[in-house]
């Protein structure tokens, strides 16, 4: 399983952007419903930090920072996930990653382990 992000880039606070995530490789559309997608963030020096996670089931669950100014969603057909950022502020600055695998509350996901991208930077600065 491979995950590309876009999207990031350079931005004012207050501003928006969106973020996608593509995963290709062997995924299996009986298997999606047990794997969760997600996007984490991190910074030099820091833990990854949880920004937002939709379950196989499709339960949301966002970080306490960013609740009411993201929104993540998920389409299973074209495996991709994407994540609006409204209200950016200037501590969203990170570099963000998406995750595919048992990274939910709730996944049971068959293949065992967790895939991450590369990740994508936002870069929020006046």
């Known amino acids: 399983v491979q995950l590309v992000e876009s999207g990031g880039g350079l931005v004012q606070p207050g501003g928006s952007l969106k973020l996608s995530c593509v995963a290709s490789g062997q995924i299996y559309s009986h298997l999606l419903s047990g794997c969760g997608m997600g996007w984490w963030r991190q910074g030099p020096g820091t833990e990854r930090e949880l920004v937002s996670c939709?379950?196989?089931?499709?339960?949301?669950e966002y970080g306490d920072s960013v609740k009411g100014r993201f929104i993540s969603s998920r389409d299973n057909v074209e495996r991709t996930l994407t994540l609006e950022m409204n209200s950016l502020r200037t501590d969203d600055t990170d570099v963000y990653y998406c995750?595919?695998?048992?990274?939910?509350?709730?996944?049971?996901?068959?293949?065992?382990?967790?895939?991450w991208g590369e990740g994508t930077p936002v870069n929020v600065t006046s």
């Open positions: 995750g595919f695998g048992e990274i939910c509350q709730g996944d049971r996901c068959a293949y065992g382990r967790n895939f």
């Open positions: 939709i379950s196989g089931k499709g339960m949301i």
